[in-house]
Every structure is written in structure tokens, then in C-alpha cells.
């Protein structure tokens, strides 16, 4: 590949023009900037594509050409030097007349940001506020029935409605099939099964953009300003330290089984970029830590392949669901538990004293003003992470190296929105979780949660059954450390279920959990699911790093 780049960038500089033309080579990818006209060699075997283009697209052409208007050529003749951005490695250019980049092939991602300098400073080009960018797909996208994005997101609410509907429907049937698949599946998958139908289709549509840079944020901030710390701390401190455990076990477990498997199955766990293996167990451990929210914070921050996700999706549902139900088998026996543990149960008659008196606080009759100023303080704290995460991520390209997670606006725009909302926890404003904040961030949380599902190729669910395995070594290493730290601190298996819910099944399982127990101690297991929506990301970001290390390359 290397000679054949040479020879093509020698090919071009001696035969197809006569000026001296500028040209960068990044790895495999090519951008020729030319002072001249192109080569009529080089437009029979190219296509063009205008600067403001940013999109996925399958194609056979070898190169392409960037096309500027009027306005923008204008602006080059005036400018001192031209700033290049190419795949995030800048160079400078005194002249700059033509810009063509060769194909990268499938999976390659090409992106150029050119920013004309006069005196020193940067001018906007015209046609584009946004850098150009191209995502070569390995097979032509067919378009779908609907494209549409007002009708796709209406039919994406139909379908959330349909599910939640019939998930507490009193109806046997129904009753009998969510017990066997749970709701946060069908939600996924629905509209994966639609895109897979030719119906809708995540690579025409726009929605899971804005439901990850507004949606997404807005929910972080909505699940977490109700968390209690300082009620947490008088539920008595085995609670947290079983969670914590909890999380512990989970970036442990993950490590452990990504490292033996690496030498039972190197293959399923490891992976080269966007495809590497440890980048979509990341998602995993977000889910596991915090919830749905975190798992899709990691898949944008380590950009995993998104036709691949489906399979992350299963081993986490079908793994989760079988520990819940271990979970729930062991309510039934918490009696003989705790006798093997030889816990103290006054803990837990103290605790539903302590909810009931902290639910008959919160709970209020809402109005439009409380709605109004709710939705003010979220969505400025929105426009606060974006900004600042913006200035955060563009100080640190100048610092860091090329693949840094501190680069990333998106993880800036994440951390910042979950600070907000733990500063936010501890004024007034948590008292709108009486009002039903929390009920809001997970509406928002489900609609992101279906536009993912838009984006799942369920074909690759079945392409490394394996990772079935990987998940349960996860979980035994989870719920082995949970057991090990209950009998050494003689903690309630109340405690043990509760906190590992709060890390594996989130705020959809957790308050589950706490009611089977007794139904006023739901509001914990809810409270320890909202302190996991903030250690999530975290954590999630911790395991994801040490599974990098141990991960067969």
C-alpha cells in the first residue's frame, strides 16, 4: 500500500501537471491540494463532493474532489495561508487552489477542515460552519420506505408506547412474554427490526444525533439531580458498600474475562479499530455501572461499529436478565441468605421507616410553572456542557495525542452535564424529582434508546455467539465479590441485591428489586440507581481502559 502511495503521489506531481503542487499523506489516506486545474486523468476516475457534505455513502470512484463556492475561492485569494485539518493532523499552506483525497476504502473515514488565515486569525468559510466528512461503507445503503424524519420519529414513539403498554399490561400473555424478554430488548429492537425491514433506516436519519447531543445530556442531568447523598449516608453505610462492591466487581469481572478469553478465544475478544472487541464491551460496562444512558455515552466516545452494537445489546440483556433472575430466586430464600450471612435485618425495618417518611416529602402536585422552570435549569445546563465542552476538547487536542478520550467533545459534553446534575442535587432543585424529573430523563433516555435501535444490524447479534460466555465469567466475578464482602461485613442480601441491581439492571431493575423486598423500599433501590447513573461513566471509562491492556490485538 505504501509503494503504491508513492508511486501515485510521484505519478502525480510528475506527469499530471507542471506546478509545483502541496500534498499530505496520512497513514493509508491521501489529500492532494492543487495549485492548478485537476488532471483530466484524475476526473475521469473521480466524483466531486461539495465542502458541506458530512454523511456515510458506498462508492468504487478512487478519488474525489472538494467543490467551494464562489464566496469560499474568494476567501482563499486573500488569505495569508490556508489551515488544513486532515484526519485531525493540521498543516499550513501559503497557496491553496484544489483539494482531492483518494478512497480510504470500506470502513475509512475521511475528514478535512480547511480555515483560511488572514492576519493570524482564522476566517469562517461560507459555505460550511462544520468540517467535511465522509464515512465509506462497505455496501450500498438502500433507502429506506421512510425517510422522513418527522414520521420516523412518530412511528419510534408508537412503538416505545406499544411496549410499555403491553409490559404492564394486566394480560396473561403479555405478562408471560416479559417475563421471557424483557422491555428495554424490545425497545431496541423493534426499530432494528424495522430497519432491517427496509422501513426505516439509522443511516438516512438524523435523530440519533439529536437525540445524543440534547436528549442525552438532558437525561443525565434529570436522573441524577434527585440523588440523595446525604439520605444515602443514613441508610447506613453497608448499602454503598455494597454497591460500590458492586461496581468494583463489574470493572474486575470485565478485565478477567477479557483476559481469559484472550487466551481461550483470542478471536472474541480481540479486534482491530472501530471493530476492537474491548470498544463495544465498553457499552457493557456503562450499562452495568450506570445504565442506559452511560452505555451509550461509551459507544460514542469509543466509537464502536454501530452495526455491531446489536451484539453488545444481547449478551447484555440476556447476561443481565439471567442474574436478575438468580437475584429474585434468592428473595424467596433471604431468610436462610441472611442466616448464612449472619446480617442484622433491624437495618431493614429502619430503612422502610425512612423511605415512607422521605416519599411522603417529595411527593407534590405538579404544575406548569414547576414544569417550566424544570425544563429551564435542565436544558441551560445542556447548552453549558456543550459549550465548555467544546473549549475542553479543543484545549486538549492542542496537548494530548491523536485517540485521546480527552479530545472528545462528546465525553466533555457527558461529564459535564452528569457535574451539573450532581450540583443540582444538592440545592432546591431536587425537589422536582417530586414532580416527576426522573420520569422525564427516562422518556428522553427511551426515545435515545429506539433511535439506537435504528442503527442495529440484527444479522451481527449472531456473529460471535461466544461473547455470551465472556458475559457470564463477568457476572460470576461480579456476584462472587458481592457474596465474599456480604459475609465479611455481615451485610443484609436486602443490601447485596439492591446494590448489584443498581449497577446491572439500573434504575429499570433496581426499584424492582427493593419492591419485591417490601414495596416502600423501592425509592432505594432507585436512589442507588441514580448514584450509578453517576459513577457510570466513570467507571465505565476505567473498565473500558484496562480491558484495552488485556485485549489480544
Not at 261 to 273: A, C, H, K, L, N
Request: charged share 15%; glycine share 8%; net charge neutral.
Amino acid at each position: 500500500m505504501k509503494i503504491l502511495l508513492a508511486f501515485l503521489t510521484l505519478f502525480l506531481s510528475v506527469n499530471l501537471w507542471s506546478q509545483t503542487e502541496n500534498f499530505v499523506v496520512v497513514e493509508n489516506d491521501s489529500l492532494l491540494l492543487l495549485s492548478d486545474e485537476i488532471p483530466t486523468e484524475v476526473l475521469a476516475n473521480s466524483e466531486s463532493k461539495d465542502y458541506s457534505f458530512s454523511g456515510m455513502e458506498f462508492t468504487a470512484e478512487a478519488y474525489f474532489y472538494l467543490n467551494f463556492t464562489d464566496e469560499d475561492r474568494r476567501l482563499f485569494a486573500q488569505s495569508d495561508s490556508v489551515e488544513v485539518v486532515f484526519n485531525k493532523d493540521t498543516s499550513y499552506f501559503a497557496n491553496f487552489g484544489n483539494a482531492v483525497f483518494r478512497n480510504p476504502g470500506p470502513n475509512g473515514i475521511i475528514s478535512i477542515a480547511i480555515h483560511p488565515m488572514i492576519n493570524g486569525e482564522v476566517q469562517a468559510l461560507k459555505s460550511s460552519a462544520t468540517p467535511f466528512k465522509m464515512s465509506f461503507l462497505e455496501q450500498e445503503v438502500h433507502e429506506p420506505m421512510i425517510k422522513n424524519d418527522k414520521v420516523v420519529f412518530g412511528l419510534l414513539l408508537v412503538v416505545l408506547a406499544f411496549v410499555f403498554y403491553t409490559s404492564n399490561s394486566g394480560n396473561t400473555y403479555w405478562k408471560k412474554f416479559y417475563t421471557v424478554i424483557p422491555a428495554l430488548f424490545m425497545c431496541y429492537m423493534l426499530p432494528a427490526a424495522l430497519s432491517s425491514m427496509g422501513i426505516i433506516s439509522g443511516e438516512f436519519s438524523g435523530l440519533y444525533h439529536m437525540a445524543s447531543r440534547y436528549l442525552l445530556p438532558a437525561s443525565l442531568i434529570l436522573l441524577i439531580l434527585s440523588m440523595d447523598l446525604k439520605g444515602l449516608v443514613r441508610l447506613g453505610p453497608k448499602s454503598f458498600i455494597m454497591f460500590v462492591t458492586g461496581t468494583v466487581g463489574v470493572i474486575v469481572g470485565g478485565v478477567f474475562a477479557v483476559w481469559i478469553f484472550s487466551f481461550i478465544s483470542p478471536e472474541t475478544v480481540g479486534g482491530t479499530g472501530n471493530e476492537a472487541t474491548w470498544r463495544g464491551l465498553s457499552t457493557i460496562a456503562g450499562s452495568w455501572i450506570g445504565g442506559g444512558a452511560n452505555q451509550t455515552a461509551m459507544l460514542e466516545v469509543y466509537k464502536y461499529k454501530e452495526t455491531l452494537f446489536g451484539g453488545m445489546v444481547l449478551v447484555d440483556i440476556v447476561v443481565a436478565n439471567i442474574w436478575m433472575a438468580v437475584i429474585l430466586f434468592g428473595i424467596g430464600k433471604r431468610s436462610k441468605i441472611d442466616k448464612w450471612l449472619k446480617a442484622d435485618n433491624k437495618a431493614i425495618d429502619e430503612l422502610v421507616v425512612r423511605v415512607e417518611t422521605m416519599n411522603a416529602e417529595m411527593e407534590r402536585k405538579a404544575t406548569l410553572k414547576d414544569y417550566m422552570v424544570m425544563f429551564g435549569i435542565v436544558f441551560i445546563g445542556v447548552g453549558i456542557a456543550h459549550f465548555l465542552g467544546d473549549v475542553l476538547s479543543s484545549f486538549f487536542e492542542g496537548i494530548l495525542d491523536k485517540g485521546s478520550t480527552f479530545r472528545s467533545q462528546f465525553f466533555w459534553m457527558v461529564v459535564l452535564s452528569t457535574i451539573y446534575g450532581l450540583i443540582l442535587s444538592f440545592t432546591k432543585a431536587r425537589q422536582y424529582e417530586g414532580v416527576g424529573a426522573s420520569k422525564f430523563g427516562s422518556i428522553f433516555l427511551y426515545v435515545l434508546v429506539a433511535t439506537i435501535g435504528m442503527k442495529v444490524d440484527i444479522s451481527a447479534i449472531f456473529s460471535k455467539p461466544l461473547l455470551i460466555f465472556v458475559g457470564l465469567i463477568w457476572i460470576a466475578v461480579h456476584a462472587g465479590l458481592l457474596i465474599l464482602v456480604a459475609k465479611l461485613i455481615r451485610a443484609p442480601f436486602f443490601f447485596l441485591a439492591v446494590g448489584s441491581q443498581a449497577n446491572i439492571g439500573g434504575a429499570a431493575s433496581a426499584p424492582v428489586v427493593a419492591n419485591a423486598f417490601h414495596p416502600a423500599l423501592t425509592t432505594v433501590g432507585v436512589i442507588m440507581a441514580v448514584v450509578g447513573y453517576f459513577f457510570g461513566t466513570w467507571g465505565a471509562l476505567i473498565c473500558a481502559e484496562l480491558m484495552h491492556m488485556v485485549a489480544p490485538v
